[in-house]
């Protein structure tokens, strides 16, 4: 078994034979060490940082083993404690466990049972320690003034960029898969420039209801569109003198683009039924979840929009290319969801750090948080350990669990969206959904 990564062993013990072959198993065990022949002595150089776990004997001069209990836990009662007993001190060391012992172990002892006792302990305290870090983390997180989390190389240079971009008013078209957070550097480009006072208007262009899509980018004059009789003001208008915010354009018909590229080229928009066009000034963002310069080589995308748009492109990195990242981020979303939710006793358990760890969130950072929602709302992770000692028509359920509910997440909770990915009929995959509990309404709603 390999050694954990906090593998720090204190040891108290003042018999020198005993102490000097302890500590000789503990070290060919993996373990580092720190020996004591006095209580006092090891106190001194404990803190509440103090990744390891403390081992020692009850009877000794001076300090003795419970006292040290005592004032370990007084500088942080989660250091385990394992005491080391002679025979007629168990009862002793049982009482101890009810101060806050972690475990005792009779002597003469054999090198397994200690060794089992340590690493146990061990593994307590590196799960509390990286729940320490998380919470920290989250609080770094919250401090920042960008909402944009992490340490990574990657978004170093995306929050570089937006501070380059904020004060110019030139279009730009935002890149990067589904979860990724693309609308919200759009909003940070819109409140760091000028504009950040005026109208932010959010399209999404994937879902224009068919047939009246140009009544909401264009509008209306009056009497112009059956059962109306007054204007309407389009989306486009509503954002002059503001940022026009075209997301998923990459899934406009190609019609509606060539629409589009006449308001983007002459800054200008006519209703339907209008008489002449308006002047608008508004900055576009554009985003899309592909390579639009692939979608122009296949036919689905027009050349024309796709260069006027693509003046200036940032590209949103995808979670699994952040590294460390992940982590920060969970330990934010974590936090927001233990406010939202009321569950401030919410902790998280190995399995919790091992699917943050192994998992490649295609979902990107949408599917992150529904994961912290889950957490916090007392989802059992032990069930991803439990999976893998599981029979196969258990394993292959969690599997095809797994795979639905990372297709819908990465489409916005879009059945028919899922339903290509996947390739099953539509009333197969509902009736999944239905089966398998999962909430297309939050998924939807955290988009």
């Known amino acids: 078994m390999l050694a954990p990564d906090n593998a720090l062993v204190m040891f108290v013990e003042d018999d020198e034979p005993l102490r000097l072959a302890t500590v000789q198993t503990l070290e060919l065990a993996g373990l580092e060490v720190l020996p004591f022949d ?152 819109h409140r760091s420039g000028r504009r950040r006072g005026k109208p932010f208007i959010a399209v999404n262009c994937a879902a224009l209801p068919e047939g009246i899509a140009e009544i909401e980018l264009f509008g209306h004059a009056a009497d112009s569109v059956s059962h109306t009789r007054l204007s309407r003001v389009g989306r486009i208008a509503s954002s002059s003198g503001g940022t026009l915010l075209l997301d998923e354009i990459d899934s406009m018909p190609l019609q509606m683009q060539a629409r589009l590229l006449r308001v983007l080229e002459e800054r200008e928009v006519q209703p339907i039924g209008a008489e002449r066009p308006e002047p608008v000034d ?24 796709y260069y006027r748009l693509a003046a200036m492109r940032i590209r949103v990195p995808a979670l699994r290319e952040r590294g460390g990242d992940v982590f920060l981020l969970f330990a934010a979303f974590f936090e927001e969801a233990k406010q939202k939710l009321g569950a401030n006793d919410a902790v998280l358990g190995p399995a919790v750090h091992a699917q943050l760890a192994r998992h490649q969130w ?86």
């Open 38 to 189: 006095r209580a006092a002595t090891a106190l001194a150089q404990l803190t509440a940082d103090f990744p390891g776990v403390v081992v020692s004997d009850i009877r000794m001069p001076g300090m003795d083993g419970l006292e040290l209990l005592q004032r370990v836990r007084a500088i942080d009662s989660d250091i385990p404690v394992v005491l080391v007993t002679g025979h007629g001190d168990v009862p002793m060391a049982v009482s101890a466990l009810q101060d806050g012992a972690f475990d005792f172990i009779p002597k003469p002892f054999a090198k397994e049972r200690l060794l089992a006792a340590v690493r146990r302990a061990l593994d307590r305290r590196a799960l509390i320690m990286d729940n320490r870090r998380l919470r920290a983390a989250a609080s770094a997180a919250a401090q920042e003034e960008s909402p944009l989390i992490g340490d990574s190389p990657a978004m170093a240079r995306l929050r570089a960029m937006i501070g380059q971009l904020g004060e110019t008013d030139v279009d730009i078209l935002i890149e990067g898969e589904t979860g990724t957070g693309k609308e919200l550097v759009a909003r940070m480009l």
């Open 282 to 305: 508004l900055r576009v963002i554009a985003t899309a979840k592909e390579d639009v310069a692939v979608a122009v080589a296949e036919g689905r995308f027009r050349a024309d929009l």
């Open 362 to 447: 295609p979902g990107n950072v949408r599917e992150l948080r529904n994961f912290a929602f889950e957490v916090a709302a007392g989802r059992s992770f032990a069930e991803v350990e439990e999976v893998d000692r599981a029979d196969l028509p258990t394993r292959l359920a969690k599997f095809e669990e797994s795979l639905i509910r990372d297709a819908l997440v990465r489409n916005g909770g879009r059945v028919s969206q899922a339903l290509i990915e996947l390739g099953v009929p539509r009333k197969t995959l509902y009736d999944k959904i239905t089966r398998l509990g999962i909430d297309l309404a939050e998924i939807k709603r955290v988009r």
